[in-house]
């Protein structure tokens, strides 16, 4: 799907309600999706922003990574435009059998996707079921860069886990660089943070935790990366993981959002 108006274009693919793409007008896409990713039905997508929910990261081996919306294909109605110009998208998913093997709770949840100034995305999520259920829920998002160059702000002072190294706990001290692989949990963050590699994107998101993720050189052990692709993203991602994690309540609906501006 195609949203398009006087301040860029968006693409969007209804399988995880995944933006694949976010050009503003007059500029380039700041987002990266692997040359090497893989297109098939039912196949993660390595680029854009997945959506990672109902858990983040390999929690159960015998689940998918990142939990299962990514993986299948979401209902939505024609993009509306609205009174100031903006076009926004709604996707929908609902459960299955399918999903009710991985995640025993009936469930709504939306993917709002709305181009206007910015790029502005919402999730919702409702338990229809009747018992309160874990939840997580986090954009994945790759942004495009020169990894060379690129420092993120906005993280100055904050606690983190070190994936990389056991979770080792640390203290972001200034501006964070990239200087080797990383995976970095940080539970709790400012709303806002910035991405610099002589561009600037700035990131905005309700939602509590980040995690900046690159695969360095290890980019050549993963399929859907390859040999060096590490060089042209960096993944900023905002959610609600780890720690800060909810519990969806029966009746009551949980909502995040995120914009993203250039």
């Known amino acids: 799907m195609i949203l398009e108006n006087a301040w860029g274009r968006v693409e969007v693919r209804p399988q995880g309600a995944q933006v694949l793409s976010y050009v503003p007008a007059g500029g380039r896409d700041l987002l990266w999706v692997s040359p090497a990713a893989q297109w098939g039905p039912g196949q993660p997508l390595r680029g854009g922003i997945p959506l990672c929910s109902p858990w983040f990261g390999p929690k159960y081996p015998d689940k998918p990574l990142h939990g299962f919306v990514r993986q299948l294909p979401w209902l939505s109605d024609e993009p509306q435009t609205l009174t100031d110009g903006s076009v926004r998208a709604t996707f929908r998913l609902e459960d299955t059998p399918e999903t009710m093997a991985w995640w025993p709770t009936p469930f709504r949840f939306e993917h709002e996707v709305t181009l206007g100034r910015h790029l502005t995305l919402v ?99 993963v399929p859907d990366l390859g040999e060096g692709a590490h060089l042209r993203y960096l993944c900023v991602e905002r959610g609600t993981v780890d720690s800060s994690a909810v519990v969806l309540v029966p009746g009551v609906p949980y909502e995040v959002s995120m914009t993203i501006q250039a």
Do not use: C
């Not at 309160?132 to 790759?142: L, N």
């Open 123 to 221: 999730f919702r999520a409702w338990n229809r079921g009747t018992e309160t259920m874990p939840f997580e829920v986090a954009w994945h998002t790759y942004f495009a860069v020169d990894l060379s160059r690129v420092r993120v702000e906005g993280l100055d002072g904050e606690a983190y886990l070190d994936k990389n190294d056991q979770r080792r706990p640390g203290r972001q001290a200034g501006d964070l660089i990239v200087d080797r692989p990383l995976d970095l949990l940080f539970p709790r963050v400012s709303s806002d943070q910035t991405i610099d590699d002589g561009r600037r994107i700035r990131v905005a998101s309700t939602a509590p935790g980040a995690v900046v993720w690159n695969a360095g050189e290890k980019d050549k052990t």
